[in-house]
């Protein structure tokens, strides 16, 4: 029998297994039974339905803008042209350059966990797409990484920006917030998250989205969210 530590048999003690808890007291919980030093992140986790009537399997991949934020502290690194460098360095960014910063990331030594890029220069970047590919961090137009507003797509990301995608058997996890913030605060990042990946449903799929949905923070343990979501 697998020998279980002293704080997984402590956390355990509020398992919600077999029980009906509203989504308020859920949020407590996570809270409760997030015990480190730090301030922990709250994450979702679910599993997708992939099948459609039509084509091939439903991938999900899109952004979303969390109205109070992720509470992650992102280091973003813009790619730019000469003349758009000064737009990258008042936009808020850690890190810019034109080549030269092509240059770091062909070398594979950068510290910036988001990167933007302007269209013109994604001709350029493209060649290290094995690079970058491999860390999630190639820009794409549909998630709002490659654009010509520098400004707006650094500030985007500062405020509370979570890229979703599924993996091959249907699972999504993102952060929609930290142990500090408020019950009201994750509740409403929550359902805007929920509603939004909704409307990604096409048309041609039955049934619902979403199949479940727990909660967690990152050292806790998950909670399911039921009845339908």
Same mark, same amino acid.
């Given at each position: 029998?697998?020998?279980?530590?002293?704080?997984?048999? !402590?956390?355990?003690?509020?398992? +919600?297994?077999? %029980?009906?808890?509203?989504?308020?007291?859920?949020?407590?919980?996570?809270?409760?039974?997030?015990? =480190?030093?730090?301030?922990?992140?709250?994450?979702?986790?679910?599993?997708?339905?992939?099948?459609?009537?039509?084509?091939?399997?439903?991938?999900?991949?899109?952004?979303?803008?969390?109205? @109070?934020?992720?509470?992650?502290?992102?280091?973003?690194?813009? /790619?730019?042209?000469?003349?758009?460098?000064?737009?990258?360095?008042?936009?808020?960014?850690?890190?810019?350059?034109?080549?030269?910063?092509?240059?770091?990331?062909?070398?594979?030594?950068?510290?910036?966990?988001?990167?933007?890029? =302007?269209?013109?220069?994604?001709?350029?970047?493209?060649?290290?797409?094995?690079?970058?590919?491999?860390?999630?961090?190639?820009?794409?137009?549909?998630?709002?990484?490659?654009?010509?507003?520098? %400004?707006?797509?650094?500030?985007?990301?500062? =405020?509370? /920006?979570?890229?979703?995608?599924?993996?091959?058997?249907?699972?999504?996890?993102? +952060?929609?917030?930290?142990?500090?913030?408020? @019950?009201?605060?994750?509740? @409403?990042?929550?359902?805007?998250?929920? !509603?939004?990946?909704?409307?990604? %449903?096409?048309?041609?799929?039955?049934?619902? /989205?979403?199949?479940?949905?727990?909660? +967690?923070?990152?050292?806790?343990?998950?909670?399911?969210?039921?009845?339908?979501?």
């Amino acid at each position: 029998m697998k020998k279980r530590s002293k704080r997984y048999k !402590d956390l355990i003690k509020f398992s +919600t297994k077999g %029980k009906k808890v509203d989504v308020k007291d859920i949020l407590d919980l996570v809270k409760k039974t997030s015990t =480190t030093k730090f301030d922990e992140s709250v994450d979702v986790s679910m599993r997708i339905n992939l099948k459609q009537t039509k084509g091939g399997d439903f991938n999900l991949r899109t952004v979303i803008k969390l109205p @109070n934020g992720s509470g992650k502290k992102n280091i973003v690194a813009v /790619l730019c042209e000469a003349d758009k460098l000064e737009d990258a360095k008042k936009s808020g960014a850690e890190v810019f350059g034109t080549d030269d910063l092509l240059e770091k990331i062909g070398s594979g030594k950068f510290n910036f966990n988001k990167l933007v890029c =302007t269209p013109a220069m994604m001709g350029k970047l493209g060649k290290h797409g094995k690079v970058l590919g491999p860390k999630g961090l190639m820009p794409n137009p549909k998630l709002g990484t490659v654009a010509t507003d520098i %400004k707006k797509a650094v500030q985007d990301i500062k =405020t509370g /920006l979570v890229e979703v995608k599924n993996d091959k058997d249907g699972n999504v996890s993102s +952060t929609i917030g930290r142990k500090s913030f408020s @019950n009201e605060n994750l509740l @409403n990042n929550l359902n805007y998250f929920i !509603d939004s990946i909704k409307k990604e %449903k096409p048309d041609t799929m039955k049934g619902e /989205l979403i199949k479940n949905l727990y909660i +967690t923070s990152t050292m806790g343990i998950s909670y399911k969210i039921g009845g339908k979501i």
